[in-house]
Nanobody, 116 residues
Framework: QVQVVESGGGLVQPGGSLRLSCTVT????????MAWYRRAPGLGREFVGS???????NLPDSVKGRFTISRDVTKTAMYLQMNSLKPEDSGAYFC??????????WGQGTQVTVSS
């Protein structure tokens, strides 16, 4: 059974940094993509970044230069390093494991609040 768990959210001042973690257990798939999404109050879900099973990374322009994605050597955890945070980065951050022709597995989310 696949389980996805996010952690690392919190309250940070503008310009500060946070590191989110996504731990996945039960992932026995060879091909997959791990991705971060966020949802701010009153807004839709926004793609924040992803890393594939081959190591290919994808980040939207809104976070390029500020956010980086990495994973551990066992490929069971993914990290989102967020620097130079802005109030508009606030929201619930979700981790997703996407497996072609199988489906998606989502975590419960972790809250990020950027405020002075």
């Amino acid at each position: 059974q696949v389980q996805v768990v996010e952690s690392g959210g919190g309250l940070v001042q503008p310009g500060g940094s946070l590191r989110l973690s996504c731990t996945v257990t039960g992932n026995t798939f060879k091909f997959y993509t791990m991705a971060w999404y966020r949802r701010a109050p009153g807004l839709g879900r926004e793609f924040v970044g992803s890393i594939s099973s081959s190591g290919s990374r994808n980040l939207p322009d809104s976070v390029k230069g500020r956010f980086t994605i990495s994973r551990d050597v066992t490929k069971t955890a993914m990290y989102l390093q967020m620097n130079s945070l802005k109030p508009e980065d606030s929201g619930a951050y979700f981790c997703k494991l996407g497996v072609p022709e199988v489906g998606e597995y989502w975590g419960q989310g972790t809250q990020v609040t950027v405020s002075s």
